[in-house]
């Protein structure tokens, strides 16, 4: 799962790098959830259309890009609640924030792990850990 934002220096490759793992990978069960974020320096102000429009055509994105959600704060959306909650971003004494447009979650669907990889992680860096989650 990640947040995404259309006017963010790291779209491009972010994008481009998302969409190259999923087609690689879904054939072998690797599920992206693209979440909008307007949280971060306003970088996603379109309508759902707009943005998804934006993915499709500029980027090329087949994954899914769901509903304009919060990330941090306390209109969070329950999924990055819990993502937040159960990845490395929880040091057991408060829960962290996500850092910036992209920031990326991987869920191992054995053991229901979850992982973060900072926004500035480009997704290609995941592969190994995207492998052997699928494995």
């Known amino acids: 799962m ?3 934002a259309s006017k963010c ?8 790098q998302l ?5 690689q990978y879904q054939k072998h069960g690797l599920e992206i959830l693209a979440f909008p974020c307007n949280q971060f320096a306003s970088q ?3 309508s759902r259309e707009q ?11 087949t994954f899914p890009l769901l509903d304009k959600v919060a990330v941090n704060g306390p209109n969070a959306h329950e999924v990055f ?9 929880n040091n057991g004494d408060s829960v962290g924030h996500i850092h910036w447009n992209f920031g990326k979650f991987l869920v191992d669907p054995a053991t229901m792990a979850v992982h973060y990889f900072n926004p500035r992680e480009d997704p290609v860096n995941l592969e ?4 052997t989650c699928l494995q």
């Open 2 to 4: 990640v947040n995404v």
């Open 9 to 16: 220096g790291l779209t491009k490759r972010t994008y481009t």
């Open 19 to 23: 969409g190259a793992l999923y087609k």
């Open 44 to 46: 996603e102000p379109g």
């Open 51 to 61: 943005i998804k429009n934006f993915a499709r055509v500029t980027q090329g994105t």
């Open 81 to 89: 609640k819990f993502l937040r909650c159960h990845s490395e971003l």
């Open 128 to 131: 190994f850990a995207v492998a």
